[in-house]
Nanobody
Framework: QVQLVESGGGLVQPGGSLRLSCAASGTIFSFSNMGWYRQAPGKQRELVAR???????NYADSVKGRFTISRDNSKNTVYLQMNGLKPEDTAVYYC???????????WGQGIQVAVSS
């Protein structure tokens, strides 16, 4: 059974940092493209950052230069380092796993990130 478990969210002041983690189980992690998405109240879910099975990354324009996605295949974990957080980064963040061959996708349960003074 595939499971994606996010951790590391919380409340932080503007300009602060958080690191999200997503631990995957039940899949061949090294074959998967991994992504972080977010959904703010009243808005559609949007891609924040993505890292392919080969390590290629891409980012939403709104987070470029502030967020960094990385993966550790030995730990079946993907990370999102978020620096210079802004109130507009407040959202529920979701981990996404996509098998690079079958394109089947899985989602985590989501974790809240709140940026406020």
């Amino acid at each position: 059974q595939v499971q994606l478990v996010e951790s590391g969210g919380g409340l932080v002041q503007p300009g602060g940092s958080l690191r999200l983690s997503c631990a995957a189980s039940g899949t061949i992690f090294s074959f998967s493209n991994m992504g972080w998405y977010r959904q703010a109240p009243g808005k559609q879910r949007e891609l924040v950052a993505r890292i392919t099975s080969g390590g290629t990354t891409n980012y939403a324009d709104s987070v470029k230069g502030r967020f960094t996605i990385s993966r550790d295949n030995s730990k079946n974990t993907v990370y999102l380092q978020m620096n210079g957080l802004k109130p507009e980064d407040t959202a529920v963040y979701y981990c996404n796993e996509q098998n690079a061959f079958t394109r089947v996708e899985y989602w985590g349960q989501g974790i809240q990130v709140a940026v406020s003074s």
